[in-house]
């Protein structure tokens, strides 16, 4: 556990030092995420598939606010299914102008789960969606995941009335509207996924909440446990074939993300919970304080094998030392009697020390 | 001389008024019930808007057969049906809505209270300053 904690410091003190660097690049590469998957699921105009488009989409996502990701997927969508059908197209923006006006609007904050709830179904893993919003949103978050279920749904039913047809006349084109609408509202698994992520949302949500210990991860597995025993509900109920395995493997790791998130976010040490009571002039407190895990890094020794290195300063002093050597040698062997009498050796110093005092005599 | 007080106190006010108070200080400029009709205000025009936006929706997924039947459809009922719904709709998203911001006003407003302590510490040690 405390190296897991050394790891988690080490990631948030990078993150710290270079999040200026490292948020636009984990933009561009959800950003390219998203267009790659749109590009790939429901690409009809080849034109927009050209790569410099959708590094050019990612690069403008990276350096604006998170808000306009939803705005030019969308964009990117309307104008694929623009090549198909007219009146597909103007359904599409209707559907988006309505998800826009009824909550993005208002809410914009979690506008990106209506655009990574879709791709998240493509993964397999749009289990983790509920997971993650309960552990550390409020309960208004439940509104995009909701449309990003429908936007999932809505977006498959495209799909295949795309690849089944390209129609050409309006007569066609209404068809293709009709067959759409009819796709997504009878579509009862849609709803009944719906209410299965508002009921794992609801359970995570409660639970985190409460006082118990780990509520967090007892949030997480409950939530994972409710989710796998419902799909495998509707599964039965709607005759859903070779999903079972997807739906359990998918769960997993949609709790593992959410644990990893949770990890992250707050880790809590109940093993030292301390209780406090104290009042002011209006309220008695019952306060239970639970300390965050804290860890401090093990500071590295470092041991010198190698001598110091030389460097300008110390290369100066030993050459002045040897300069001065030097200097007084050449004055003693110039004078010969002198040479005789001082022993340079020990002398020297002697004689160094009584100029001092005679300086200092005449301070 | 540099005061780390000071200085601590100046960083949490621009860390609030840059991040989480950003909202704060923009909304709670209007009394709190100028702020909450504003916002029901807008809530009004996008419901009506997204109304209006299904029903076209609606009917463009019946369009053959009101095309067929558009001598003999009951326009009243029709438009009676559409107008309740309409209605009561709107009157459950007023009464959402008034409940919302009235809870996020006083939301802004507990966000603020801490940022005014901070504001008045600042006064305080410009006030020293002046006397000094």
Same mark, same amino acid.
């Given at each position: 556990m405390a190296e897991l904690l050394i790891i988690k410091e080490r990631i948030r003190a990078f993150y710290q030092k270079y999040s200026r660097i490292l948020i636009p !690049? =984990?933009? =561009?590469l959800l950003s390219l995420i998203v267009f790659l998957v749109i590009n790939a699921y429901l690409g009809c105009d080849d034109a927009l598939k050209a790569p410099y $488009?959708? *590094?050019a989409l990612s690069l403008i996502c990276a350096v604006a606010p998170a808000s306009i990701l939803p705005v030019l997927a969308a964009l990117l969508l309307i104008l694929h299914i623009k090549k198909v059908s007219i009146i597909l197209t103007v359904g599409l923006a209707l559907v988006f102008l !309505? #998800? /826009? *006006?009824a909550y993005v609007r208002f809410a914009p904050? /979690?506008?990106y789960v209506l655009v990574i709830m879709p791709v998240l179904y493509l993964l397999k893993i749009p289990y983790a969606i509920p997971l993650v919003l309960a552990l550390y949103s409020g309960i208004t978050a439940m509104i995009p995941m909701v449309l990003g279920v429908v936007l999932y749904y809505i977006l498959n039913a495209v799909r295949q009335v795309v690849v089944a047809q390209t129609a050409t006349t309006a007569g066609d084109s209404m068809d293709v509207y009709n067959q759409v609408v009819s796709s997504v509202v009878g579509e009862r698994y849609m709803w009944y996924t719906i209410i299965m992520f508002i009921l794992v949302f609801a359970v995570v949500y409660v639970i985190r909440r409460s006082q118990m210990k /780990?509520?967090? +991860?007892t949030a997480i597995a409950i939530g994972a446990l409710v989710n796998v025993i419902g799909f495998l509900v509707g599964e039965f109920l709607f005759s859903? +074939?070779?999903? $079972?395995? $997807? #739906?359990i493997l998918g769960t997993i790791l949609s709790a593992g993300i959410a644990s990893i998130i949770q990890f992250f976010r707050l880790t809590l040490d109940y093993t030292v919970v301390e209780h406090y009571q104290f009042e002011d002039d209006e309220y008695y407190y019952y306060v239970k304080a639970v300390p965050k895990f804290t860890v401090t890094e093990p500071k590295k020794e470092v041991q010198r094998i190698h001598a110091q290195q030389e460097n300008d300063n110390t290369a100066n002093l030993r050459d002045a030392v040897q300069e001065a050597y030097r200097n007084s040698k050449e004055y003693v062997d110039a004078v010969p009697e002198i040479d005789e009498e001082f022993d340079f050796e020990n002398d020297f110093k002697v004689d160094l020390e009584e100029m001092d005092l005679d300086n200092s005599n005449e301070e | 001389m540099i005061q780390g007080d000071k200085v601590r106190c100046m960083v949490k006010i621009a860390r609030f008024e840059q991040s989480e108070g950003r909202d704060a200080l923009k909304n709670c400029m209007f009394y709190k019930n100028d702020y909450v009709r504003l916002n029901l205000l807008k809530m009004v025009v996008s419901y009506t808007a997204v109304y209006v936006i299904i029903c076209v929706m609606v009917a463009a997924y019946y369009l053959e057969y009101l095309v067929a039947n558009a001598v003999v459809l009951p326009y009243t009922r029709i438009f009676v049906i559409t107008g309740s719904i309409y209605l009561i709709l709107l009157v459950l998203c007023i009464s959402i809505s008034i409940w919302y911001y009235s809870k996020r006003y006083d939301m802004y407003q507990r966000q603020l209270s801490g940022h005014y302590e901070n504001l008045k510490t600042m006064r305080s040690f410009y006030q020293e300053k002046k006397e000094e």
């Amino acid at each position: 556990m405390a190296e897991l904690l050394i790891i988690k410091e080490r990631i948030r003190a990078f993150y710290q030092k270079y999040s200026r660097i490292l948020i636009p !690049v =984990f933009k =561009f590469l959800l950003s390219l995420i998203v267009f790659l998957v749109i590009n790939a699921y429901l690409g009809c105009d080849d034109a927009l598939k050209a790569p410099y $488009i959708t *590094l050019a989409l990612s690069l403008i996502c990276a350096v604006a606010p998170a808000s306009i990701l939803p705005v030019l997927a969308a964009l990117l969508l309307i104008l694929h299914i623009k090549k198909v059908s007219i009146i597909l197209t103007v359904g599409l923006a209707l559907v988006f102008l !309505v #998800m /826009y *006006l009824a909550y993005v609007r208002f809410a914009p904050r /979690y506008s990106y789960v209506l655009v990574i709830m879709p791709v998240l179904y493509l993964l397999k893993i749009p289990y983790a969606i509920p997971l993650v919003l309960a552990l550390y949103s409020g309960i208004t978050a439940m509104i995009p995941m909701v449309l990003g279920v429908v936007l999932y749904y809505i977006l498959n039913a495209v799909r295949q009335v795309v690849v089944a047809q390209t129609a050409t006349t309006a007569g066609d084109s209404m068809d293709v509207y009709n067959q759409v609408v009819s796709s997504v509202v009878g579509e009862r698994y849609m709803w009944y996924t719906i209410i299965m992520f508002i009921l794992v949302f609801a359970v995570v949500y409660v639970i985190r909440r409460s006082q118990m210990k /780990y509520a967090s +991860q007892t949030a997480i597995a409950i939530g994972a446990l409710v989710n796998v025993i419902g799909f495998l509900v509707g599964e039965f109920l709607f005759s859903v +074939q070779g999903e $079972i395995g $997807i #739906m359990i493997l998918g769960t997993i790791l949609s709790a593992g993300i959410a644990s990893i998130i949770q990890f992250f976010r707050l880790t809590l040490d109940y093993t030292v919970v301390e209780h406090y009571q104290f009042e002011d002039d209006e309220y008695y407190y019952y306060v239970k304080a639970v300390p965050k895990f804290t860890v401090t890094e093990p500071k590295k020794e470092v041991q010198r094998i190698h001598a110091q290195q030389e460097n300008d300063n110390t290369a100066n002093l030993r050459d002045a030392v040897q300069e001065a050597y030097r200097n007084s040698k050449e004055y003693v062997d110039a004078v010969p009697e002198i040479d005789e009498e001082f022993d340079f050796e020990n002398d020297f110093k002697v004689d160094l020390e009584e100029m001092d005092l005679d300086n200092s005599n005449e301070e | 001389m540099i005061q780390g007080d000071k200085v601590r106190c100046m960083v949490k006010i621009a860390r609030f008024e840059q991040s989480e108070g950003r909202d704060a200080l923009k909304n709670c400029m209007f009394y709190k019930n100028d702020y909450v009709r504003l916002n029901l205000l807008k809530m009004v025009v996008s419901y009506t808007a997204v109304y209006v936006i299904i029903c076209v929706m609606v009917a463009a997924y019946y369009l053959e057969y009101l095309v067929a039947n558009a001598v003999v459809l009951p326009y009243t009922r029709i438009f009676v049906i559409t107008g309740s719904i309409y209605l009561i709709l709107l009157v459950l998203c007023i009464s959402i809505s008034i409940w919302y911001y009235s809870k996020r006003y006083d939301m802004y407003q507990r966000q603020l209270s801490g940022h005014y302590e901070n504001l008045k510490t600042m006064r305080s040690f410009y006030q020293e300053k002046k006397e000094e």
